[in-house]
């Protein structure tokens, strides 16, 4: 990966590379049954400053280990968070998740926001109320 960047130069338009933390559909005991002890969030620090160090620009996170990994990583390191769900919405196969505005609040640069919108019976109505969530946040 970090050869992939490095061929890419400091160009601004080269694609940004992210390497995934802990998965936000895993939980501790998940963690345990693949050989981890760890907390998860201390885990997802560890993986992401690996992250950093081997070269990538940056993480996928739940929104739970999200400001730890700020603080490690610093403020230029982006951060992507999955599992974002409105606030009425269904958690489904995920563990760990947050609403738009506690993942905008946790400090995501980008957010994942995929069957609250695909099974909404009007995605563009849910697609504006998530956005008026994230812009709750930034009030």
Not at 7 to 32: I, N, W, Y
Not at 45 to 74: P, Y
Not at 86 to 109: K, Y
């Amino acid at each position: 990966m970090k050869a992939a960047r490095e061929a890419a130069g400091d160009r601004k338009d080269r694609p940004k590379l992210l390497a995934v933390t802990v998965l936000t559909s895993f939980d501790e005991a998940t963690l345990r049954e693949i050989g981890m002890s760890d907390p998860i969030e201390s885990r997802a620090v560890a993986l992401a400053c690996l992250a950093k160090k081997a070269g990538m620009d940056g993480a996928v996170c739940s929104a739970h280990e999200a400001r730890a990994i700020r603080r490690a990583c610093g403020p230029k390191f982006i951060i992507l968070i999955p599992g974002v769900r409105p606030s009425r919405g269904a958690a489904n196969d995920q563990s760990r998740i947050a609403t738009p505005a506690e993942a905008v609040r946790a400090g995501a640069n980008y957010l994942v926001v995929g069957r609250p919108i695909t099974a909404a019976p009007n995605p563009r109505s849910a697609v504006s109320a998530i956005v008026d969530e994230m812009k709750s946040a930034l009030q």
